[in-house]
């Protein structure tokens, strides 16, 4: 399918998830995830519309940084190494996988100007997920003031990869309300008004649980280069 009809289709579901939830699509980013996928394969979204994308290796993000540079914000959504933090940190629009002290360290070192991190959230609990631990979140933010150039600008979490709609859900509502207890705080450095969530899978419901951000690979430009 060529990624134009796929976002229509997309932009179609996000309307839809927003009328169903009473919020405004303008309310939510789109980032085309385009870690499987050519250099051709994202231009093509590129030209489609796209204006934010999302890699998840430090390989990919360079590769596609180096050819597309300004034509996109860029968002750097994988497990991110402190040593190649200095890799990527001049050309990225936002973090999505701040998960440890060590990491904003690093950060906040390497970086010449504030830089907008989402906090990831081991919601589900599953040992393979990354991100710091529901009742972990507020004392690790807290922690993070002593990083100026480290701005937290939400919540991040992955959801399982399963079907069972309600557990879904309530992995989104519990980012969303840790989320709005961060936000209450009215720390300086942590406003923390987004939330970065909702896949190909569960977008929809990562929306009508409140999400700013969503990550599309699979649905948006496809799993591998066809
Ligand atoms: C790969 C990936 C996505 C996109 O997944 P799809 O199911 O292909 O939409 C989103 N977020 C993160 C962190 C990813 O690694």
Not at 16 to 36: D, F, M, P
Not at 68 to 88: C, M, P, Y
Request: aromatic share 6%.
């Amino acid at each position: 399918m060529d990624v134009t009809e796929n976002l229509t289709n997309i932009q179609q579901d996000i309307r839809q998830a927003c009328e169903n939830s009473n919020r405004l699509s303008e309310e939510i980013t789109l980032i085309a995830v385009t870690k499987y996928v050519t250099i051709e394969r994202t231009e093509e979204a590129i030209q489609a519309g796209i204006s934010n994308l999302g890699e998840n290796r430090l390989e990919g993000f360079s590769e596609k940084y180096s050819h597309f540079e300004n034509r996109a914000k860029w968002h750097f959504i994988g497990t991110l190494q402190s040593r190649k933090v200095k890799d990527i940190i001049d050309n990225v629009d936002m973090i999505h996988s701040l998960d440890r002290l060590s990491l904003a360290k690093e950060i906040n070192k390497r970086a010449s100007n504030i830089v907008d991190c989402f906090v990831q959230v081991n919601v589900s609990g599953e040992d393979s997920k990354h991100g710091v631990m529901p009742d972990e979140v507020h004392s690790f933010i807290k922690d993070i003031a002593k990083y100026p150039n480290v701005h937290v600008v939400g919540l991040m979490t992955m959801a399982p990869h399963i079907d069972d709609e309600q557990v879904l859900r309530n992995v989104f509502r519990k980012l969303a309300s840790l989320r709005d207890e961060i936000s209450a705080q009215q720390y300086s450095h942590a406003p923390c008004n987004y939330l970065s969530m909702g896949m190909s899978n569960d977008f929809k419901i990562a929306i009508e649980e409140g999400a700013t951000h969503i990550r599309i690979g699979t649905k948006l430009v496809g799993e591998v280069e066809k």
